[in-house]
């Protein structure tokens, strides 16, 4: 019963997982989009809420959001944290920021890094644009921006960014 | 409808690794102890309930088939619940549903977790293309949803240390709990490194090996034994990615509330729920579901947490057990909240029982805070 007794036999083996990702047609829309060094979105044609990145039907509705929304790489910080232990698997040094950035005219956030700014100046509702890769580097990934970076313009009160149906 | 009650509650002990035991020993382990606790053997077990969280946190797959002669299960009918870290909590209300159905007369749920056998926050950091691989594990998750509840309500950052510190010095309490810190404070809490600000390392719960058991009948084969009787039980989802969603406060929480509260009979939570189990694998989470269950106004939450009501001598003890942020099995921490209040409410919780209490609720959330399990258990019938 009592887990202090001496361990008893036992060995870690590592075991390695390959898995191929089959993204479904929004998000194949998507990334193609994003390969180019754009952002498209998609809207639910009933209550006309924007998804980035678009998973290929609305929740609140629950049928496919089919209209395709040009979104530009600028945003808002909706909220963020600062992370001190490292990602299994990634390279990035702590302490870095995790956001949820939400792009301008869309209705959900995305996880991003913020960088180009110490970190005590990040506040919520700060104005951010994407910092992309160098254009040989794009591929099928929203890793293509690098991260997003703090730009010249007034913070947004994020109590305004919840969507409500018109 | 079937009145249905909890019979027996039984638990391992918790422990970040339990090398002494098995899978099936570690279920197995529970399961005796809340048969024994209910006094039944196996015929009057008519099916078995199994929960836990994604397999890949262990990479055995499909474990109910693997465990199940562990589990008492060759030739009953078994199910398999799985509703990321709310799912101890809804195993509970499925396999009472079955009950209350008339489906069972008597049905054994057992859920669990070992983490020990592998790392679920790589299990649950996978690359997706639509986003960067920045996912820290779930404190990174939750911690910009706790920094926007201390933005909008102006909470002062010594509630979170205050909830760590309570929950902890409960576990002290509770010889089961994985985490036993003596002399633990609030001060102690707030030398410990940041992980995910404003989350701090001991304002985070432990990864644990333990499972969590309960025996589940009809008001019929209750006879003379101790009950905690089922007066209002429910699950609510919210989609994950939907626009207008409030991270913060969950509609599905408060539409899963509500529905309990109304099924028990319960007009006022604050008043007539004598303690509560309540899902806080970080400090913040206390004074968020407070809010999001009604307990008070939206921005109130911090304040009972500040004022000392959740503490066990408190007017609203929460996590007497010391909570999610003591012990976390994942798959079985939901299953644990809604064990203790059946304790409670049947007297049986010893050094972290509360006086009287009659009504308790236990809770449970999940995944990116949008499943949810709670139920009322009283020690009258509805």
Known sequence: MSSDQTPKDYRESLIHLEYQYTAGSATTTFLNQVKEGRLVGQACPKCKAVYVPPRGSCPRDGIATTIEVPLTDKGCIESFTVVHIPIPGNPIVPPYVCAMVRLDKANISFLHLIQGVEIEDIRIGMRVQAVWKPKEEWTHSLENIKWFAPIDEPDIDVSTLRFKEA | MIQAGVIGVGQTNYDSKRRDVSMAGLVREAIDHAMLAADVDWDAIDAVVLGKAPDMFEGVVMPELYLADAIGAVGKPVLRVHTAGSVGGSTAVIAASHVCAG??????????????????????????????????????????????????????????????????????????????????????????????????????????????????????????????????????????????????NPQAGIDCAKDIYQQAGIQNPRKEIDCAEIYVPFSWYEPMWLENLGFCELGEGWKLTDEGVTRLDGSLPVNMSGGVLSSNPIGASGMIRF????????????????????????????????????????????
């Open chain 2, 103 to 248: 489906e069972f007369k008597t049905v054994l749920t057992v859920t669990f977790e070992k983490q020990s056998e592998s790392n679920a926050t790589w299990a649950l950091s996978p690359r997706y293309p639509y986003s960067p691989h920045i996912n820290a594990g779930a404190g990174g998750y939750f911690a910009p949803f706790i920094r926007e509840y201390i933005r909008r309500y102006e909470a002062p950052e010594h509630i979170g240390w205050k909830v760590a510190a309570k929950d902890r010095q409960n576990a002290l309490k509770n010889p089961l709990a994985h985490l036993q810190i003596p002399g633990i404070d609030e001060k102690m809490v707030s030398e410990t490194p940041m992980l995910w600000e404003p989350l701090r390392y001991l304002e985070s719960c432990p990864s644990s090996d333990g499972a969590c058991a309960m025996v589940i009948t009809s008001e019929e084969m209750v006879g003379s034994r101790k009950v905690a009787w089922i007066n209002g039980m429910a699950l609510r989802s919210e989609g994950t990615l939907s626009a207008g969603r409030d991270e913060v």
């Open chain 2, 339 to 382: 064990g203790e209040a059946a304790l409670q409410v049947m007297g049986l919780a010893e050094d972290h029982q509360v006086e009287d209490a009659n009504i308790a609720m236990g809770h449970a959330y999940g995944g990116a805070a949008q499943f949810f399990a709670m139920w009322i258990v009283s020690s009258s019938k509805n």
